[in-house]
């Protein structure tokens, strides 16, 4: 797999009946070894261990519904109070970010209506955090740190 813009971590990768498979800490299980789920499991480490996320607000692969329509958030972040507080959204590291990627989360959002969108093909990063009020949002240089995000 290519290397990523992302601190390195303890990866644990394995064979099952001939696919290559990663353990995602969130989900306590191997999953197939994709590029997304190489720049998933390299980011969820990084926001654990160099960023102080807590694990136990993380969630990978959450499905949202709207109607009949059933909707698939790569990463959530909740708050305390079990609220989403940031989406994330992984792509592969030969995926561009392009307005189409953030049309994408923006979708997610329109549901949820979380404080910061968070997109990754693990090479670029970008965080933005919502300014509803102004009906606006603010791109920010960095991940801020889990202390910094609600204040």
């Known amino acids: 797999m290519q290397e990523l813009n992302l ?18 800490i969130l989900r306590r299980r191997h999953v197939a070894l994709t590029p997304e ?22 969630a990978n692969e959450v499905e949202l519904r709207c109607g009949e329509k059933s909707l698939r958030c790569d990463s959530l972040l909740y708050d305390n109070e079990m609220r ?27 549901l949820l209506h979380v404080d910061y969108l968070v997109v990754s093909n693990g090479l ?13 949002f603010l791109y920010l240089e960095n991940i801020p740190s889990y202390e910094n995000l609600f204040t």
């Open 37 to 58: 789920e190489w720049v998933r499991q390299h980011f969820i480490h990084f926001l654990i261990e160099h960023k102080g996320y807590p694990k136990g607000l993380l």
């Open 124 to 136: 670029t990063h970008y965080c933005v955090k919502m300014d509803y009020g102004n009906q606006n």
């Open 7 to 24: 601190p390195r971590f303890e990866i644990r990768v394995e064979r099952h009946a001939g696919r290559l498979t990663i353990f995602d």
């Open 84 to 110: 989403p507080r940031m989406i994330i959204e992984y792509k592969a590291p030969s995926v561009e970010i392009t307005p189409k990627v953030f049309q994408q989360i923006a979708n997610y959002n329109f």
